[in-house]
């Protein structure tokens, strides 16, 4: 998850502090025309900046954050959201989430999303930077009516790039399953260590230090929607298009975290007029 600039503090001061255990629980509605936050509850430092609606009343934005400007080990985040029948939401962050040095201790995220009927989501984070040294575990479980839509994607920083900083140890840890009308349609597991030879590995990341997935389930994707975003080519980085009857998976390692962002934003202007019949309209946040 990620923070306000004037909140953040180091991390230090984090390891000073209790751990944190934080959940925010969310839930989107649709009166007439409007989808709109109807439901927040938060336990700890995980809220709502803000909810607008830049591109008219049919699509909620709400832009999700985490205070205390990183997680340290130990802590562990909650994030659960319900979309109702027919409600449309876009959620983001208003920047990269910071995880700090485990200090022996695995810090978490969870995410539980519940899309029901003709409802869609649009989960849309900045990245996640892993600092030297942190352990982290990334859950994310996903239930979608028969008819529901859903765009997410993730996006993996090992080592802090602006400090030439390398990832020498730590862990990263993904479990992610998705589930329409009960029937698993995803499951994607991964455990790796900064020291094992995946990270150097051509049939691995090879040595880069960026990797992420865009996911979108909305059923079977018209070839020429794939073909466009296949024409797509990042400079010096490696893509790959998978598409599946009930999952499009696009994948990006490369060496810049801007790049695999402005990647996958390319492919969502293309796929967002397929999956929600409307233009792709950038978060505000993400201008700041």
């Known amino acids: 998850m990620d923070d306000l600039k004037h909140t953040a503090t180091s991390p230090a001061q984090t390891k000073a502090t209790k751990n944190w255990q934080a959940r925010l629980e969310l839930g989107f509605s649709k009166r007439d025309a409007r989808s709109y936050l109807a439901h927040r509850l938060h336990k700890g430092p995980l809220v709502v900046q803000k909810s607008l609606h830049p591109e008219g009343e049919a699509i909620c934005h709400a832009v999700i954050v985490h205070p205390p400007g ?49 409802s869609g989501l649009e989960w849309l984070p900045q990245e996640n930077i892993l600092f030297d040294a942190a352990e982290v575990q990334f859950a994310a479980e996903i239930n979608l009516a028969a008819d529901a839509t859903l765009a997410a994607w993730d996006i993996v920083c090992l080592g802090r790039q602006a400090q030439q900083e390398t990832w020498q140890t730590g862990v990263y840890q993904l479990k992610q399953q998705i589930r329409r009308d009960g029937r698993l349609i995803w499951n994607e597991r991964a455990h790796m260590r900064a020291e094992d030879i995946l990270t150097a590995s051509g049939v691995g990341l090879g040595g880069a230090v960026v990797f992420g997935t865009f996911l979108v389930c909305a059923g079977a994707v018209p070839a020429d929607v794939v073909q466009a975003c296949r024409a797509i080519m990042p400079a010096g980085a490696k893509v790959g298009i998978t598409a599946l009857p009930e999952v499009l998976a696009i994948r990006y390692v490369g060496q810049a975290s801007q790049q695999a962002r402005q990647y996958f934003e390319q492919c969502w202007h293309i796929l967002r007029p397929w999956y929600s019949r409307r233009a792709a309209v950038r978060p505000r946040i993400w201008n700041t």
Not at 73 to 92: E, F, I, S
């Open 70 to 118: 990183g997680v340290a080990g130990g802590d562990a985040l909650q994030l659960q959201v319900t979309v109702g029948a027919g409600a449309q939401a876009l959620l983001t962050t208003p920047g990269a989430g910071k995880w700090y040095k485990a200090n022996g201790t695995l810090a978490s995220q969870a995410l539980t999303f519940t899309l029901e009927a003709g």
